[in-house]
């Protein structure tokens, strides 16, 4: 059986779409208990930086030729890899937002602690201002559409830098390109940036 870890990320964002959109807050407290579980699962794999170590089971994140079996390029060890690292912070950040409206305040704050700290350090490992990109780890050896998508909608740049970052990724030939399926995330963070 081959599970897919980062799924369970986007799920979270499902919860905070439904908790968003519908007036069903029972709903969302019943899940909420699922939504601990999987950012705990996530906390025993990050380092003291926050970034995560190697993951384990597939860790798809879009069908992209230069990617093996759709996962984003990380270090030797598979450690450190920043889709995987961004869309953590995004998973933290939507349950910040749910456990500070239905839940827990003190869960909202470490889950917003956790984002922050995150975003920092991929800012500092993975940005390199000479390509104005972040890269796909913190080696810089690889760079793509999907990294510059999920740092946009992360929030982790200034927000300044976020038309600058998208108009690369919609030009730079360079980047491993998005499959039809991740574009959607493109659209969203092209909104972002307020290119919509």
């Known amino acids: 059986q081959q599970y897919i870890p980062p799924f369970s990320l986007w799920w979270i964002g499902m919860v905070h779409d439904y908790w968003m959109y519908v007036d069903d807050p029972a709903f969302v407290k019943h899940v909420m208990p699922g939504v601990r579980a999987v950012l705990a699962f996530y906390a025993g794999y990050q380092r003291d930086n926050g970034s995560l170590k190697r993951m384990p089971w597939w860790n798809f994140v879009d069908w992209v030729k230069q990617w093996t ?13 920043t ?8 998973a933290y950040q939507w349950a910040a937002d749910i456990e500070k409206a239905l839940g827990s305040g003190a869960l909202a704050a470490e889950y917003q602690s956790a984002a922050d700290k995150l975003k920092s350090t991929v800012l500092a490992t ?3 201002a000479a390509r104005g990109l972040f890269a796909d ?32 990724v919609l030009t730079d030939a360079t980047l491993a390109q998005s499959s039809i399926y991740f574009r959607a995330y493109t659209n969203a ?4 940036a307020g290119m919509g």
């Open 189 to 192: 963070a092209l909104r972002e």
């Open 69 to 81: 079996n759709g996962e984003s390029p990380a270090e030797a060890d598979g450690s450190s890899a």
């Open 137 to 168: 780890q913190p080696s810089h050896r690889t760079y793509s559409q999907q990294t510059n998508t999920l740092a946009v909608l992360a929030r982790v740049q200034d927000r300044r830098q976020n038309g600058s970052i998208m108009q690369r």
């Open 83 to 90: 889709a995987l690292d961004l869309q953590l912070v995004l």
């Open 126 to 128: 993975d940005w390199d």
